[in-house]
């Protein structure tokens, strides 16, 4: 993991953490278990819409989970996976519900195992590579609004075989 790393907030405030000694300090301050920036957060070059809560990784250096909501969650691992550019509205709704679903069974499982709540950007989960910025351009105008439809479109549907979650792989 990293040993320090520079959080831009929405307002372009920046803030640099270090590890130190196995703790997570902010700048100067004393050292602190936890961080939390409140969102959107930008870390690195990607844009987060929810809060960032950086803390001191299980193996060294720092781990930083952004806490997003579900439907955010969900546009975020659509722009990611289908060219919401041309894909067809039908296509950006159904892989709406698909990675909905899909997300609440990763939790589910998560749950049941006693692990922590979190979704990964990895193999493990969805691809999920931040919030949809495109470029300052028209078309991107028209591809966002075409992800924000689906994901309106479809929100809280998920699929279901009688009352179980449908294996959404």
Not at 18 to 30: E, F, I, N, S
Not at 60 to 85: K, M, N
Not at 130 to 155: F, H, I, K, P
Not at 159 to 168: H, K
Request: net charge neutral.
């Amino acid at each position: 993991g990293a040993s320090e790393v520079t959080i831009l907030d929405a307002t372009g405030a920046s803030t640099r953490i270090t590890a130190a000694g196995g703790a997570v300090r902010p700048g100067t301050d004393a050292p602190r278990a936890e961080v939390l920036l409140r969102g959107p957060v930008r870390i690195g070059e990607t844009l987060h819409q929810g809060d960032a809560r950086v803390t001191s990784g299980p193996r060294g250096g720092l781990r930083a989970v952004v806490e997003i909501g579900l439907e955010d969650y969900v546009a975020a691992v659509v722009a990611a996976e289908l060219p919401i550019w041309s894909a067809e509205p039908a296509e950006l709704e159904a892989q709406a519900i698909a990675a909905r679903t899909f997300a609440i069974q990763g939790l589910r499982a998560r749950r049941a195992a006693g692990e922590d709540l979190v979704l990964s950007d990895g193999v493990l989960d969805q691809a999920y590579r931040g919030a949809y910025e495109g470029a300052n351009s028209g078309g991107a105008a028209r591809a966002r609004q075409r992800l924000v439809a689906a994901v309106r479109a479809t929100r809280g549907l998920v699929l279901l075989r009688g009352d179980t979650l449908e294996e959404a792989r």
